[in-house]
């Protein structure tokens, strides 16, 4: 299992590279009536919905194996819990989205990169256009989900969506990023001192402008009320960022069971 979201009221399992002797995973999961249900997918799949799964719970699979001579389907009997519980997205209703001063372009606010809109250039943080501000670095978007401690959000997994139109790659800013997670108030003013005050970065990433879609995962999930993305750079040479979402997926662990 690469990565498992909620994706409206399903769960989205992305099932990576299955080896050929899979023919076919059984899943088993929670839903939201609480009723707990089995589904089988072929091993061709290689995304696989749960309708009306409940966030932020494991869940379990197993698999069944066709030996490469042999007739016999063999379900490996044993079944194994989900790496990690059902993923969500910052829930933009509570969630506030902070970024540096005179960063801000006209009605391009920094709340819009969580409204869920991802294609619709209307609904987009674009930094300044200010001569005596969009040069400066690093910007820095602060995320506080507004979540405290056993009830703040473990996050995992960040998508990053730019520009989509496939003729404006070169609207596509975004370079070299940090993202920080914590419980402690990242300040997006703290410009000159944030790589002291906010820690070790949880992921440290390089945007092309090639693909409008870009993520990272997390090697280590980080729990905390914070996020903090700090863009350092811009492939433009006026220094523009415009961000049209982001996908910040956690869960919280203390529900998960
Ligand atoms: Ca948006």
């Known amino acids: 299992m690469v990565s498992t979201e909620m994706d409206g009221t399903s769960a989205r399992v992305t099932l990576g590279s299955l080896t050929d002797e899979v023919v076919a995973t059984k899943f088993r ?21 749960l309708p009306n799964a409940q966030q932020w719970k494991y869940y379990e699979y197993q698999s069944a194996f066709c030996a490469a001579e042999g007739i016999d389907t063999v379900w490996t009997g044993n079944w194994m819990r989900s790496p ?26 920094p709340n819009l990169i969580l409204d869920g809109i991802k294609d619709d250039g209307n609904s987009r943080w674009f930094s300044s256009n200010d001569a005596s501000y969009r040069g400066l670095f690093p910007k820095i978007l602060v995320i506080d989900t507004k979540r405290n401690g056993d009830n703040a959000m473990t996050f995992n997994h960040f998508v990053f969506y730019q520009d989509p139109d496939p003729d404006r790659q070169d609207k596509r800013f975004i370079k ?24 070790d970065p949880v992921a440290t990433l390089s945007l092309n402008k090639f693909d409008p879609i870009q993520e ?20 433009d040479k006026s220094g523009f960022i415009d961000l049209w979402e982001l996908d910040a997926f956690g869960f919280v662990s203390n529900s998960a069971n």
Request: charged share 25%; hydrophobic share 35%; no cysteine.
């Open 84 to 109: 990690y519980p059902i993923a969500s997205r910052v829930d933009d209703k509570t969630a506030t989205v902070t970024v540096t001063d005179n960063q801000i372009r006209g009605s391009f606010m």
């Open 176 to 199: 070299n990023v940090d993202i920080f997670i914590g419980d402690t108030k990242f300040n997006p003013n703290d410009t000159n001192n944030y790589s002291r005050s906010f820690g």
């Open 216 to 235: 990272t995962v997390l090697k280590e999930p980080k729990r905390g009320r914070y996020v903090a993305i700090v863009f350092l750079d811009s492939h």
């Open 29 to 49: 999961y929670l839903k939201t009536t609480g009723e707990t249900v089995e589904t089988v997918v072929l091993s061709s799949e290689k995304e696989v919905l």
